[in-house]
């Protein structure tokens, strides 16, 4: 009997795996139809950075895309870029490193909840229902550099939780890095990260799990990948000209949007956020407005 229990739990397990992969790949390259505008530019970038190591305004691996005048983020754009090298152009292709954090998101996910509530029955529930929840299924399906943050969330909370219950300098660097890295897909995170990274450091110290001797791991793989970003918030901030680094461009945007995080304007995205989650928002691919936000 308990072999059979085993036989039928392993054929869930398959089952769930199948249905991820096919939310996720089916028709990949027809739906959502067409290409974003910032799908195209993105797009456009990376495939200037795989052939020829310039953007399309031939600025040597900038660290930061102009895109269209206001900015995007870096890493969709190289990860698609690094599958150029292996694959054709397509629209498939311009999706597939959305499906790859995704499923990344899917293991790390299981992996994350069955460790925190010691059961993999909660993990197999996380996987499920990240299977089929429509916002999943959209958000690793547009290629837009906002929609690594999640995936990336995932894993930065994975490797802060290692760092705490198991420390060692491997766990330390892997966090770092990790938090590092997520500030590369979507400028929100240069909010986000700081404040969060406090709130860990405020729970290590007083749960006394802060290993001094072995914070360096941590600090300098995210110093190192923070320090062109903040450089980047510099330049745009006070006006100066983009500067080139060891062949990486810091740009200046004809258009930065830093003015998005004063207070004044944070409070009314606040406001402008309750509205798009519970009623709608003027995009009209998130909204039907008779239907309000799906």
């Given at each position: 009997?308990?072999?059979?229990?085993?036989?039928?739990?392993?054929?869930?397990?398959?089952?769930?795996?199948?249905?991820?992969?096919?939310?996720?790949?089916?028709?990949?390259?027809?739906?959502?139809?067409?290409?974003h505008v910032d799908e195209a530019g993105m797009a456009y970038d990376a495939y200037s950075l795989a052939h020829f190591g310039v953007?399309?305004?031939?600025?040597?691996?900038?660290?930061?895309?102009?895109?269209?005048?206001?900015?995007?983020?870096?890493l969709y754009a190289y990860s698609f870029a690094f599958l150029l090298s292996f694959f054709d152009y397509s629209i498939f292709i311009v999706r597939l490193p959305g499906v790859v954090l995704s499923t990344i998101?899917?293991?790390?996910?299981?992996?994350?909840?069955?460790?925190?509530?010691?059961?993999k029955k909660f993990g197999l529930l996380f996987a499920f229902l990240f299977t089929i929840l429509p916002y999943y299924i959209m958000q690793s399906r547009f290629g837009l550099d906002c929609n690594l943050m999640m995936g990336m969330s995932s894993i930065v909370l994975y490797f802060v939780h290692k760092m705490i219950m198991n420390p060692s300098p491997k766990s330390y660097l892997l966090a770092g890095f990790s938090s590092g890295l997520i500030l590369y897909t979507y400028a929100l995170s240069y909010v986000v990260m700081p404040l969060f990274l406090l709130f860990v450091l405020i729970l290590?110290?007083?749960?006394?799990?802060?290993?001094?001797?072995?914070?360096?791991?941590?600090?300098i793989p995210l110093f190192l990948l923070a320090l062109p970003l903040l450089l980047m918030v510099i330049i745009n901030t006070f006006d100066y000209n983009s500067i080139n680094i060891l062949g990486f461009t810091i740009p200046k945007l004809p258009r930065y949007?830093?003015?998005?995080?004063?207070?004044?304007?944070?409070?009314?995205?606040?406001?402008?956020?309750?509205?798009?989650?519970?009623?709608?928002?003027?995009?009209t691919y998130n909204t039907f407005i008779r239907f309000f936000t799906l």
């Open positions: 009997m308990s072999n059979m229990i085993k036989l039928i739990s392993k054929y869930n397990i398959v089952l769930l795996i199948i249905g991820f992969l096919f939310t996720r790949l089916f028709l990949l390259n027809e739906v959502p139809y067409g290409l953007d399309r305004y031939l600025n040597s691996y900038p660290v930061y895309l102009i895109n269209f005048g206001a900015g995007q983020s870096a998101t899917f293991i790390i996910g299981y992996l994350t909840i069955s460790e925190v509530l010691h059961s290590m110290l007083r749960t006394k799990t802060l290993i001094l001797k072995h914070s360096h791991y941590f600090i949007r830093g003015s998005g995080f004063t207070l004044s304007s944070m409070l009314f995205n606040l406001k402008y956020v309750i509205k798009s989650v519970f009623m709608y928002d003027q995009l």
